[in-house]
T-cell receptor, first 112, second 114 residues
Framework: QKEVEQDPGPLSVPEGAIVSLNCTYS??????FMWYRQYSRKGPELLMY????GNKEDGRFTAQVDKSSKYISLFIRDSQPSDSATYLC????????????FGSGTQLTVLP | ETGVTQSPTHLIKTRGQQVTLRCSSQ?????VSWYQQALGQGPQFIFQ???????GRGNFPPRFSGLQFPNYSSELNVNALELDDSALYLC?????????????FGPGTRLTVL
């Protein structure tokens, strides 16, 4: 069983829709939770970062962490075609605090 | 753009050969990590270097090795290439060791092993 599970999709939504992306994890030592966006032929770029449980909002993006359920989410409001990318959840705080453990990524397409 | 560059962009090798991939970190970043991303998968941590010393390693065999230089550049070396080594190799640099120090990823080197 992988430490981090993520639905690979693909997920296709119309422009303006609310998108919900999720990850579950098994390692209770994880304390730091991140969402990365990866465009085709590019490296991942950090979108959101959250420490421990709670919500964090940044523009159209909201990250939620529920440590009791070992479940994290990323919501995208008013989705745009430019949001089409692969979204990766990542976590750290285990044996090596700087080591990121990634989910497999969800491929999102926002249709105009 | 993150300021992290990698070379070459693409590389084709045959099984059993050796390969060196290069990364140039953002100026002032003393920590570099290397990840392997197989097709359709998330990146997997290979190892991390801090001030030219390896200070963390994932579940990769010793034939994966690295170097970090004082000029913010680093190398990933892979000996005795296997078909399963075909992947996108990413380096990520950061300005510190704490989990709150953002890791900035380069665009990657796509390695194909035939």
């Amino acid at each position: 069983q992988k430490e981090v599970e993520q639905d690979p999709g693909p997920l296709s939504v119309p422009e303006g829709a609310i998108v919900s992306l999720n990850c579950t994890y098994s390692n209770s030592a994880f304390q730091y939770f991140m969402w990365y966006r990866q465009y085709s032929r590019k490296g991942p770029e950090l979108l959101m970062y959250t420490y421990s449980s709670g919500n964090k909002e940044d523009g159209r993006f909201t990250a939620q962490v529920d440590k009791s359920s070992k479940y994290i989410s990323l919501f995208i409001r008013d989705s745009q075609p430019s949001d089409s990318a692969t979204y990766l959840c990542a976590m750290s705080g285990g044996g090596s605090a700087r080591q990121l453990t990634f989910g497999s990524g969800t491929q999102l397409t926002v249709l105009p | 753009e993150t300021g992290v560059t990698q070379s070459p962009t693409h590389l084709i090798k045959t099984r059993g050969q050796q390969v060196t991939l290069r990364c140039s970190s953002q100026s002032g970043h003393n920590t570099v990590s290397w990840y392997q991303q197989a097709l359709g998968q998330g990146p997997q941590f290979i190892f991390q270097y801090y001030r030219e010393e390896e200070n963390g390693r994932g579940n990769f065999p010793p034939r994966f090795s690295g170097l970090q230089f004082p000029n913010y550049s680093s190398e990933l070396n892979v000996n005795a290439l296997e078909l399963d080594d075909s992947a996108l190799y990413l380096c990520a640099s950061s300005s510190g060791q704490t989990p709150t120090d953002t890791q900035y990823f380069g665009p990657g080197t796509r390695l194909t092993v035939l």
